[in-house]
């Protein structure tokens, strides 16, 4: 059997009981949209981020651009992002008419910082995305966030892959004007099905958000904001997204444990491995090679699967090969060619885990 890079199937076996409840609930009641579950979920997801708000809609790219748009973005906009992070932020934009400006990221990190964030906006961006990318926090996100303040510049902590990461035990996606997750069954805190959420402090923000989700209603039937949609996280999924939270925490600890053993034990001199800080929720474990086909090509003799995340940056796209061809990105071009992905989610065996180690180690150019 291969050993895959999240396996579901193990994860929903492992809460099978408390997914079952939750339909179940939902059923009994026969209230299937925006109902009583997802204003419960909304409630405990934002007292757990450390917000006042929290919104729940379609996904985690609907999350994105309605924020985006709640925050003041729009056609012209130029907006800051990095180009590593799977085109997701960008097709948010794309569809406001929004402008990206991308940043290229640290080699180590794969992340945003400091100074390229504060050149950007000397450059005229007039609002940021920061990604926490494969669920490290950015380091810089506090004094980015002071930054975009003392700019009037609106800054968006895209969360899709940072579900319950914290630095110095505050939880990511309450630094920023706006914060966007993503429930997609594979995240650290999946639904059984697509699912997204914007949560914020900012009341207007917040206001805005819950008429741009649903056709720009401000009350039933009057629509009142422009570039709405219908996006809505439907009962069952917020349901089993409320059992599944209290149980988020201990996994992103054992997410934790399987990255730290992979890097004390991992010694292969053409493989870089991530580290992950103390409050870290590891949703991805990618490592850097040159070779990164040999590597897929040997791990494929052991039954264990991998992937890239991601191979074609967002500059790089065929529908931006009019207006990005020729911009250059180094660090963030050198990461598509050398990233590769190695399995690690909470429901891994000890013997998975050595099984990677072992296949890795092994390897030979």
Same mark, same amino acid.
């Given at each position: 059997?291969?050993?895959?890079?999240?396996?579901?199937?193990?994860?929903?076996?492992?809460?099978?009981?408390?997914?079952?409840?939750?339909?179940?609930?939902?059923?009994? !009641?026969?209230?299937?949209?925006?109902?009583?579950?997802?204003?419960?979920?909304?409630?405990?997801?934002?007292?757990?981020?450390?917000?006042?708000?929290?919104?729940?809609?379609?996904?985690?790219?609907?999350?994105?651009?309605?924020?985006?748009?709640?925050?003041?973005? *729009?056609?012209?906009?130029?907006?800051?992002?990095?180009?590593?992070?799977?085109?997701?932020?960008?097709?948010?934009? /794309?569809?406001?008419?929004?402008?990206?400006?991308?940043?290229?990221?640290?080699?180590?990190?794969? &992340?945003?910082?400091?100074?390229?964030?504060?050149?950007?906006?000397?450059? $005229?961006?007039?609002?940021?995305?920061?990604?926490?990318?494969?669920?490290?926090?950015?380091?810089?996100?506090?004094?980015?966030?002071?930054?975009?303040?003392?700019?009037?510049?609106?800054?968006?902590?895209? =969360?899709?892959?940072?579900?319950?990461?914290?630095?110095? $035990?505050? =939880?990511?996606?309450?630094?920023?004007?706006?914060?966007?997750?993503?429930?997609? %069954?594979?995240?650290?805190?999946?639904?059984?099905?697509?699912?997204?959420?914007?949560?914020?402090?900012?009341?207007?923000?917040?206001?805005?958000?819950?008429? /741009?989700?649903?056709?720009?209603? @401000?009350?039933?039937?009057?629509?009142?904001?422009?570039?709405?949609?219908?996006? !809505?996280?439907?009962?069952?999924?917020?349901?089993?997204?409320?059992?599944?939270?209290?149980?988020?925490?201990?996994?992103?600890?054992?997410?934790?444990?399987?990255?730290?053993?992979?890097?004390?034990?991992?010694? &292969?001199?053409?493989?870089?491995?991530?580290?992950?800080?103390?409050?870290?929720?590891?949703?991805?474990?990618?490592?850097?090679?040159?070779?990164?086909? $040999?590597?897929?090509?040997?791990?494929? *003799?052991?039954?264990?699967?991998?992937?890239? &995340?991601?191979?074609? %940056?967002?500059?790089?796209?065929? =529908?931006?090969?009019?207006?990005?061809? *020729?911009?250059?990105?180094?660090? @963030?071009?050198?990461?598509? !060619?050398?990233?590769?992905?190695?399995?690690?989610?909470?429901?891994? &065996?000890?013997?998975?885990?050595?099984?990677?180690?072992?296949?890795?180690?092994?390897?030979?150019?």
């Amino acid at each position: 059997m291969v050993l895959l890079i999240n396996d579901l199937r193990a994860r929903i076996s492992c809460h099978r009981a408390d997914i079952d409840r939750a339909i179940a609930r939902v059923i009994d !009641r026969g209230w299937l949209v925006l109902g009583p579950e997802v204003c419960t979920f909304e409630t405990a997801f934002a007292e757990y981020v450390g917000v006042s708000h929290c919104i729940g809609v379609g996904n985690g790219t609907d999350a994105l651009e309605i924020a985006l748009r709640a925050m003041g973005v *729009s056609s012209g906009t130029k907006v800051a992002l990095a180009a590593n992070a799977g085109f997701y932020a960008t097709t948010a934009l /794309l569809a406001i008419a929004a402008l990206p400006h991308y940043v290229d990221v640290d080699i180590e990190t794969s &992340h945003l910082r400091l100074a390229d964030v504060k050149e950007a906006i000397a450059a $005229g961006a007039e609002a940021v995305v920061i990604t926490h990318l494969y669920g490290a926090p950015v380091g810089d996100i506090s004094d980015i966030a002071h930054l975009c303040v003392e700019n009037g510049v609106p800054m968006l902590e895209d =969360c899709a892959q940072a579900h319950g990461a914290r630095i110095d $035990g505050r =939880c990511v996606g309450s630094f920023g004007d706006a914060a966007s997750f993503s429930f997609y %069954p594979t995240k650290n805190l999946g639904a059984l099905g697509d699912g997204g959420a914007i949560l914020t402090r900012n009341r207007t923000i917040a206001e805005k958000s819950f008429a /741009l989700r649903q056709y720009g209603w @401000t009350t039933k039937y009057l629509a009142s904001a422009t570039g709405a949609r219908n996006s !809505r996280l439907d009962e069952i999924q917020a349901a089993i997204l409320s059992e599944l939270l209290p149980f988020l925490d201990a996994e992103n600890l054992r997410r934790r444990e399987i990255a730290a053993f992979y890097l004390a034990n991992i010694k &292969h001199p053409e493989v870089a491995l991530p580290k992950f800080d103390e409050g870290a929720a590891p949703h991805l474990y990618v490592v850097r090679t040159k070779d990164r086909e $040999g590597l897929r090509k040997h791990l494929s *003799s052991f039954d264990i699967a991998s992937d890239v &995340h991601y191979p074609v %940056p967002d500059h790089r796209q065929p =529908c931006h090969s009019e207006m990005y061809g *020729s911009m250059s990105l180094p660090v @963030t071009e050198r990461l598509s !060619r050398e990233v590769l992905t190695l399995p690690c989610f909470s429901e891994m &065996h000890s013997s998975d885990i050595e099984l990677v180690v072992e296949a890795v180690n092994s390897w030979v150019r």
